[in-house]
């Protein structure tokens, strides 16, 4: 397939880059069952992209620079665990990246993005839990693709949380691989609770997960994620 695959400016992570979320889903979609993406280098904005193969595995070109790979996978993902509405709230409150932020217009959590451009998950720490960050989200009706939220966009909603309580030190991140579990979609005009658990680290690199419910508990989407940590 040539060309399969364009990421909008809109879902930029760093100013010059896609998103790694937004990206990890889209390149999902070409795998049959559940996917495990791996970036291989920061994805390219508003060109297409060449998508090869198809079933088990894909990999995804910018001419000849290999992007993305996606495997299929069976193997459970971990949840982080709820915490409630008021709780997520007040953490939200605390988000570091108001203060100091290595990719301010990052889709996901960018607080230079406006309402309705950005989805404006702010994970911060919660309280006596250093190992979660947590923040509330409720999806604009501008992030409907066909009367839904698609893949990319959820798996945006989980990129960040993933790392956000790793980054207290001043770290700068990148995601490096990502795989989650969307048991169904959010609604649009429906408030959620994402939260975030840094779950260890290997040398530069940085493991979490991410989960998002309803304010009930219902459990709705999740991620594991890898992220490398990189000079600022």
């Not at 996606?70 to 509405?85: N, Q, S």
């Not at 693709?145 to 790392?163: F, M, N, T, Y």
């Amino acid at each position: 397939m040539e060309d399969a695959l364009v990421i909008p400016r809109r879902f930029r992570g760093p100013d010059d880059s896609g998103n790694g979320g937004w990206t990890c889903g889209a390149v999902s979609r070409f795998v049959v069952g559940q996917a495990e993406v791996t970036l291989r280098r920061p994805p390219p904005l508003d060109r297409g992209l060449r998508v090869a193969d198809g079933g088990d595995h894909v990999a995804v070109f910018d001419g000849d620079d290999l992007v993305a790979e996606a495997t299929t996978i069976d193997r459970e993902v971990h949840w982080a665990p709820f915490v409630d509405r008021a709780e997520a709230d007040a953490a939200g409150e605390r988000y570091l990246g108001h203060l100091d932020h290595a990719f301010p217009n990052c889709f996901t959590c960018g607080p230079a993005r406006d309402e309705g451009d950005g989805l404006r998950i702010f994970p911060g720490p919660v309280d006596g839990r250093p190992e979660l960050v947590a923040d509330t989200w409720t999806p604009d009706a501008s992030l409907l693709v066909d009367g839904e939220l698609g893949d990319p966009i959820v798996w945006a909603a989980l990129d960040c949380p993933s790392v956000w309580a790793h980054l207290a030190d001043g770290t700068a991140a990148v995601l490096g691989r990502m795989t989650a579990d969307v048991r169904r979609r959010p609604e649009v005009g429906q408030t959620y609770v994402v939260v975030g658990e840094a779950s260890g680290s290997e040398g530069r690199k940085r493991f979490g997960s991410a989960a998002i419910y309803t304010p009930e508990g219902e459990p709705i989407a999740a991620s594991n994620a890898t992220w490398i940590t990189i000079d600022r």
